[in-house]
């Protein structure tokens, strides 16, 4: 994991405290997904990875949770040994919001909102399943580019850190 991502990611979990991340309205049987859920997404075709963090409590039709997408970048980015801005073409991280989940006995389906890819603009159709096994999700992703009908796939897991 680069030193960028690694960043990145500690900072949106380690704003935990106080970043709830955005509601997701929930269906079906919720006992399955109750607790605070981290883990990571990649896609071999594209190259992209990121985090995924979500956190259910018992009982509730929502839960909060959000996707951090690390778009590639065309230069390995190295921590400088001064404080520097990214260059023109660095591409920032961004956080998707899942839109919606529906939870089935030990397994669970949903779509992030509509976001624009990172290099082309393109509109992305994301839609997401996965299965439980103890307490880890695995599941595998579909994006489909609105605009070209091109589809890509990759897989996805996170574990439970706490009931």
Known sequence: MSRMRILVTTA????????????????????????????????????RTGSIVFHLKAG???A????????????????????????????????????????????VTGRLDVYEDPETGERLLTTFEGRLTGDEFRGTFSTLFEGSGRLLAGEWSVKRIRH
């Open 12 to 47: 949106l979990l380690g704003a935990g405290c106080t970043w709830h991340g955005t509601p997701v309205p929930v269906v079906g049987p919720t006992a399955s997904l109750a607790g605070e859920w981290e883990g990571t997404y990649f896609s071999p075709q594209t190259g």
């Open 64 to 107: 909060y949770g959000d996707v951090l997408m690390v778009p590639v970048q065309n230069d390995q980015v190295t921590m400088p040994t001064t404080p520097q801005l990214p260059g023109p073409n660095y591409k920032l991280p961004r956080v998707l919001k899942i839109s919606f989940v529906k939870c089935e006995v030990n397994t």
């Open 60 to 62: 509730t039709d929502s």
